[in-house]
């Protein structure tokens, strides 16, 4: 098993729509977590963090931690065009080491 | 955040050849960190960089491949050695905020060797 597991996709989502964006830990992993965001040649942007169990809300974006069954997601609101990219999840290990799961690639139509 | 260069941007190199890539931070950071992600894959990282000590190898990646230099808290340096194309791949630094562990990525530099 991977220390972080996520669908590869693609995944796709009319625009306006609500896209939902998994991913999977093991015990080697703190409970620390971070969604980055990767266009096609570019490099990964961070767009949240979480550290703790429950929802965490920052616009159109809600991350949702739940440590019981050791999963983490991502809810985009509103999807737009300009969403569509890559969507890494990383988590934390040994205090300030990211293992990266493959990335989800999701595609919102308009 | 933080602004982060890498120089270069791309590079084509030739089999057996060697590549150094810096990375410049606009601010102090104690922690910064050398990735790599071949094409259509996730991010694997190859080292940690701390200023004034050795940089901490992860497993499948040494020193005599990645040597890395941290002389200061605003750059590093990663240098591919003995290119062979499987080294082809986009070098990635990053830097970690002290006060939450969250990391923050240069633009990278793509590496293609011929």
């Known amino acids: 098993q991977k220390e972080v597991e996520q669908n590869s996709g693609p995944l796709s989502v009319p625009e306006g729509a609500i896209a939902s964006l998994n991913c999977t830990y093991s015990d080697r992993v703190s409970q620390s977590f971070f969604w980055y965001r990767q266009y096609s040649g570019k490099s990964p942007e961070l767009i949240m963090s979480i550290y703790s169990n429950g929802d965490k809300e920052d616009g159109r974006f809600t991350a949702q931690l739940n440590k019981a069954s050791q999963y983490v997601s991502l809810l985009i609101r509103d999807s737009q065009p300009s969403d569509s990219a890559t969507y890494l999840c990383?988590?934390?290990?040994?205090?300030?080491?990211?293992?990266f799961g493959s990335g989800t690639k999701l595609n919102v139509k308009p | 955040s933080a602004v982060i260069s890498q120089k270069p941007s791309r590079d084509i190199c030739q089999r057996g050849t060697s590549l150094t890539i810096q990375c410049q931070v606009d601010?102090?950071?104690?922690?910064m960190f050398w990735y790599r992600q071949q094409p259509g894959q996730s991010l694997t990282l190859i080292a940690t960089?701390?200023?004034?000590?050795?940089?901490?190898?992860e497993s499948g990646f040494v020193i005599d491949k990645f040597p890395i230099s941290r002389p200061n808290l605003t750059f590093s340096t990663l240098t591919v050695s003995n290119m062979s194309p499987e080294d082809s791949s986009i070098y990635l630094c990053s830097v970690q905020r002290d006060s939450s562990y969250e990391q923050y990525f240069g633009p990278g530099t793509r590496l293609t060797v011929t």
């Open positions: 990383a988590g934390l290990y040994n205090f300030n080491k990211f293992y």
């Open positions: 960089a701390n200023q004034g000590s050795e940089a901490t190898y």
């Open positions: 601010s102090q950071v104690t922690m």
